[in-house]
T-cell receptor, first 114, second 115 residues
Framework: AQSVTQPDIHITVSEGASLELRCNYS??????LFWYVQSPGQGLQLLLK??????LVQGIKGFEAEFKRSQSSFNLRKPSVHWSDAAEYFC????????????FGKGTRLHILP | DTEVTQTPKHLVMGMTNKKSLKCEQH?????MYWYKQKAKKPPELMFV???????INESVPSRFSPECPNSSLLNLHLHALQPEDSALYLC??????????????FGPGTRLTVT
């Protein structure tokens, strides 16, 4: 079945440390890929997206993500996290089956230690 | 401008009440969405409107009734809800060629509590 997996439910990093959040998808072709961030009680904000082309994509707030076809992965990275990055992060895919739907992963909660 | 607005921010309603949630976007997007999100869970798709027509209904109970009065507005009418319907209700919109989702832009949500 087509799915999106975020293997880490919670991740804790120290402020200033680097961050990598993992995302794997299960789908025969390359879907469109997204990362969203959600602060508590807020809506989702699009961090970045991958449709085609350069496999390293830059997003807002200093985030980047790398698409690796061989690993069916789209991991999110940031070189140095700030306390304000504490939030829930969702990976999502559009399976390009023209049904106006995207599939969300279960999310990763990021905690930042001072 | 990539803003989707939602009103109200918070809503408390009894199980016999009728209320409506409103969503608006002025990005010219042709698809609009309603999601329900419970705590510590990803958003669950409820409805999709494409070109002002209901294109997806994810087996949502009839106590939730969507409406798309025009291309910029989306409403969710609520009637006879249950306490388990308490959640954050998110509206989103997306642009693209017919049948292509591309990225969705989300509103801030309405926090609904059913008493």
């Amino acid at each position: 079945a087509q799915s999106v997996t975020q293997p880490d439910i919670h991740i804790t990093v120290s402020e200033g440390a680097s961050l990598e959040l993992r995302c794997n998808y299960s789908y025969g072709a390359t879907p469109y890929l997204f990362w969203y961030v959600q602060s508590p009680g807020q809506g989702l904000q699009l961090l970045l997206k991958y449709f085609s082309g350069d496999t390293l994509v830059q997003g807002i707030k200093g985030f980047e993500a790398e698409f690796k076809r061989s690993q069916s992965s789209f991991n999110l990275r940031k070189p140095s996290v700030h306390w304000s990055d504490a939030a829930e992060y969702f990976c999502a895919v559009d399976l390009l089956n023209r049904d106006d739907k995207i599939i969300f992963g279960k999310g990763t909660r990021l905690h930042i230690l001072p | 401008d990539t803003e989707v607005t939602q009103t109200p921010k918070h809503l408390v309603m009894g199980m016999t009440n009728k209320k409506s949630l409103k969503c608006e976007q002025h990005m010219g997007h042709r698809a609009m969405y309603w999601y329900k999100q419970k705590a510590k869970k990803p958003p669950e798709l409820m409805f999709v409107y494409s070109y002002e027509k209901l294109s997806i209904n994810e087996s949502v109970p009839s106590r939730f009734s969507p409406e798309c009065p025009n291309s910029s507005l989306l409403n969710l009418h609520l009637h006879a809800l249950q306490p388990e319907d308490s959640a954050l209700y998110l509206c989103a919109s997306s642009q693209g060629e017919a049948g292509t989702t591309l990225e969705q832009y989300f509103g801030p949500g309405t926090r609904l509590t059913v008493t």
